[in-house]
C-alpha cells in the first residue's frame, strides 16, 4: 500500500490569536469570505452573500486521521495548504491525510482496520459500502453539511445520514469528435447504434493500427467495467433499486431479468472486437492515456476521467460526450445515470469526534469545498454551492436533452449479504466475459443456482 502522509503540528496559541482580527468564513456558515480559496473559481451565488464572522475554537483539539484514495483530492490539499486553512479555525488540530493508492486497497485496508478497531477518523465511502460500513459511521444528520447536500438524505440508513456525498457523479462516454467524422458515424443513441458505431470505427482505424481500439477499457483492473456491469442493470428498465430489488427474487439472473438482458448486451459488445485486441492486458490508467493520444476512439467514464483524459491529451479541441445509450430503439426513453460519490462520514472509532464533525463542517463550507468543487470536474452535491458543467460533459446533455435521470443505489444490506454469500462480483464477471471459452447462460444460471440458496441460508426474504 502506498501512503502520501502530510502532518502539520498545531500553530502557537499567539498565531492562533492574531488570526482573530482576520475575516474568514465561519466553519459551516454561508457568509462571503474576504479571502476566497486558491483556485476558487464556482459558479453560482454563495448562500447569504454576508460578510462571515471571524471564527476560532481552541477548545476542540486532537489528531484527526482523513484517510483518501482520490488523487486529484490528494492534489488539491497539497496545492492549497488544506490543513493549515482548517487550523485557522481549529489551531489545536493535527491532521494526518492518509493517501492510499486505489479504492480498491482503501476497501481492502478499511476492511482490515474495521474489525481491528483502527479505522480512521473521517473515512470516504461509496454507496454499495454504506451499508457495509454503517456500524462504524456516526449519525451527520444533523450537520449543515448535510443538511445543504442535495443527495445525502436520499442514501441515508435507517433514517440516518453516515456520509456526506462530495460530489454528484455523472456517468460519460468520451469521444473524439474528429475521428467519428473521419470514420463517418455520428454519435449512437440506441445500444444497436453503438456497437455499428465501435465497429466501423474498429475497422476503420484498426485497418492501419493494429493495436488500435474503438473503446478503450482497462479490464485489467476489472473495476473499470463498472459502467457496463454495474450501471446498465438498473438502466435497461430506469430502476436505480435494481441491486435491492435483486435481493428479494431467488432468480434475479433469469432471462428477461433486468440484470441478464443488460449482461447479454454487454457480453455482444464485449465478444465484438472493438475493444482491441487485449483488454485484459491494459490497466485502466494504461487505457485512459491511450485514449488521450487517440489510439482508442471511445473510452466510458466518469466525470471525474475529464480531468485525466485533459492530463494526457495533447489538445481536447476535438474532445466530446455522450451518454451511453442503452435502450434497444428510439421509442424507448433515453437513461442516465446520477450517483452521490465519495460519502465522508465520521467513524465510531474516533477518539475526536466531535473535532471530526467540525472538520466535515468546515470542508463543506465556503471556506474550502467552492474551491475544491471548481478545481475538479465532478458536478456539486451541495445546493448552496451549485457548479456549472464543464463544457465538454455539458455536450452530452445538449444531445439528450429530454433524457431520464436514474439515481442510483448501490445496494443495502440483503444485497451485500447475498453478493458475499453468492461470490457475484459484477466487476469481475465483466472482466470474464474477454477469456476464450467463457459461457454466460451458465455462468448466469449457475448464479442464479447460489442465489436461490443463498437466500434461503441467509432468511433473506
Known amino acids: 500500500m502506498e501512503e502520501h502522509r502530510m502532518r502539520k503540528k498545531a500553530i502557537s496559541a499567539a498565531l492562533a490569536a492574531s488570526m482573530l482580527a482576520v475575516s474568514l468564513a465561519a466553519c459551516g456558515g454561508s457568509g462571503a469570505s474576504s479571502t476566497a480559496p486558491a483556485g476558487d473559481a464556482a459558479t453560482g451565488d454563495t448562500a447569504s452573500g454576508t460578510e ?9 483539539s486532537g489528531e484527526l486521521v482523513f484517510a483518501i484514495w482520490d488523487n486529484n483530492l490528494m492534489e488539491y490539499i497539497d496545492q492549497n495548504d488544506m ?4 487550523q485557522e479555525h481549529y489551531p489545536n ?7 492510499i493508492k486505489d479504492d480498491s486497497e482503501y476497501w481492502n485496508a478499511m476492511k482490515m482496520r474495521a474489525s481491528a478497531n483502527q479505522l480512521p477518523d473521517v473515512m470516504f465511502n461509496k454507496p454499495f459500502t454504506l451499508s457495509r460500513f454503517q456500524d462504524y459511521l456516526l449519525d451527520l444528520s444533523d450537520l449543515d453539511a448535510a443538511k445543504n447536500n442535495t443527495l445525502a438524505a ?8 453516515l456520509g456526506v456525498p462530495m460530489t454528484a457523479g455523472y456517468e460519460y462516454v468520451y469521444y473524439w469528435k474528429d475521428m467519428f467524422q473521419e470514420a463517418g458515424v455520428e454519435v449512437p443513441t440506441t445500444w444497436e447504434e453503438l456497437k455499428t458505431v465501435s465497429k466501423t470505427l474498429q475497422d476503420y ?15 485489467k483492473d476489472e473495476w473499470p467495467d463498472y459502467p457496463y ?30 440484470i441478464n438482458t443488460a449482461y447479454h448486451r454487454v457480453y455482444d459488445l464485449f465478444t465484438s472486437g472493438v475493444f482491441g485486441k487485449d483488454p485484459l492486458g491494459l490497466g485502466n490508467d494504461q487505457a485512459t492515456t491511450l485514449f488521450a493520444q487517440k489510439k482508442a476512439a471511445i473510452i466510458a467514464l466518469g466525470d471525474w476521467g475529464l480531468q485525466n483524459i485533459q492530463a494526457g491529451a495533447e489538445s481536447t479541441d476535438e474532445l466530446g460526450t455522450f451518454y451511453l445509450p442503452v435502450r434497444e430503439s428510439t421509442d424507448e426513453p433515453f437513461r442516465y445515470v446520477v450517483q452521490g460519490d465519495s460519502f465522508m462520514g465520521v467513524t465510531t472509532h474516533s477518539k475526536n469526534p466531535e473535532l471530526a464533525k467540525a472538520f466535515v463542517e468546515w470542508f463543506y463550507s465556503e471556506e474550502w469545498y467552492p474551491g475544491y468543487i471548481a ?15 464543464d463544457p465538454v460533459l455539458a455536450e452530452a446533455d445538449a444531445l439528450q436533452p429530454d433524457a431520464e ?18 461470490t457475484f462480483d459484477y466487476k469481475k464477471l465483466g472482466a470474464q466475459m474477454f477469456t476464450d471459452g467463457f459461457d454466460l447462460d451458465s455462468m448466469l444460471a449457475d448464479l442464479d443456482a447460489k442465489w436461490t440458496a443463498a437466500r434461503a441460508k441467509l432468511g433473506i426474504q
Open 405 to 422: 435521470m436514474v439515481m442510483y443505489d448501490g445496494g443495502g444490506d440483503d444485497f451485500t449479504a447475498l453478493q458475499n454469500e453468492t
Open 83 to 86: 490543513v493549515g486553512k482548517f
Open 375 to 389: 478545481y475538479v470536474s465532478s458536478a456539486s452535491s451541495m445546493e448552496n454551492f451549485p457548479k456549472e458543467k
Open 154 to 161: 436520499g442514501y441515508a440508513l435507517d433514517g440516518k445520514i
Open 52 to 60: 462571515a464572522q471571524a471564527t476560532v475554537d481552541e477548545d476542540l
Open 205 to 219: 482505424y484498426g485497418a492501419k493500427d493494429p493495436d488500435f481500439m474503438a473503446i478503450a477499457l482497462g479490464a
Open 93 to 99: 488540530a493535527e491532521i494526518e491525510v492518509e493517501k
Open 229 to 258: 456491469m454495474e450501471f446498465m442493470p438498473a438502466l435497461v428498465n430506469g430502476n436505480g433499486q435494481n441491486w435491492n430489488d435483486m435481493a428479494k427474487t431467488d432468480t434475479p439472473f433469469a432471462e428477461g431479468s433486468d
